[in-house]
């Protein structure tokens, strides 16, 4: 059975701290590891990873992927109030994701 | 316009009824998938389909059917609804994005349930 598992599940910061999310995998026929920020509403794509030790950036967010290790991470630099939201990570193999728990983090001024 | 569309948004319902949750998308995509989200346990997906001839259980199917009556529509039916499918319920689509996005999913905006 596919399983996909985050840590930490929550996680409260203050503005300008920097945050480091964790992702662990054990998927059959792994083609992809996502990453999605979910606010109040569906999730938003933000990364997919396929390849291991190439980092993928977007502003002040970051993630790699270990495919030997079976992780990924995702950090985010200078916190603001507007990333408190449900990460989530999910693992594509077979045309569909499997999803972990997601981590809320929460970013206070 | 949105590319996915979920209806209803909200829905309340009683012990025993049937519901059924509605998706539609304008993407063009052949895959379509409906998962439920509940606090803590990320996204579990309900069934899935690759095209209109496919149908698939995923990890939580018990309790739900569906019916893929186009490309573009999703059906998602409680035949007899419970307290504990009282939940988000996500609707998605993906079509391979290229090297760089792979099968991304694209998600609607939800249908929030509650069983009574």
């Known amino acids: 059975e596919d399983k996909v598992v985050q840590s930490p599940l929550s996680l409260v910061v203050h503005e300008g701290d920097t945050v480091t999310l964790n992702c662990s995998y054990e998927v059959t026929n792994f083609r992809s590891l996502l990453w999605y920020k979910q606010e109040k509403k569906a999730p938003t794509f933000l990364f997919m990873l396929?390849?291991?030790?190439i980092e993928k950036k977007s502003g002040r967010l970051s993630s790699i992927l270990d495919k030997k290790e079976l992780f990924s991470i995702l950090n985010i630099t200078a916190t603001q109030t507007g990333d408190s939201a449900i990460y989530l990570c999910a693992v594509e193999g077979g045309g569909k994701l499997t999803f972990g728990q997601g981590t809320i983090l929460t970013v206070h001024p | 316009d949105a590319d996915v569309t979920q209806t209803p948004r909200n829905r309340i319902t009683k012990t025993g009824k049937r519901i059924m949750l509605e998706c539609s998308q304008t993407k063009g995509h052949d895959r379509m998938y409906w998962y439920r989200q509940d606090p803590g346990l990320g996204l579990r997906l309900i069934y899935y389909s690759f095209d209109v001839k496919d149908i698939n259980k995923g990890e939580i199917s018990d309790g739900y059917s569906v019916s893929r009556q186009a490309q573009a529509k999703f059906s998602l039916s409680l035949e007899s609804a419970i307290p504990n499918q009282t939940a988000l319920y996500f609707c998605a689509t993906s079509d391979f994005g290229g090297s760089s996005n792979g099968y991304e999913q694209y998600f609607g905006p939800g249908t929030r349930l509650t069983v009574t």
């Open positions: 396929t390849s291991s030790g």
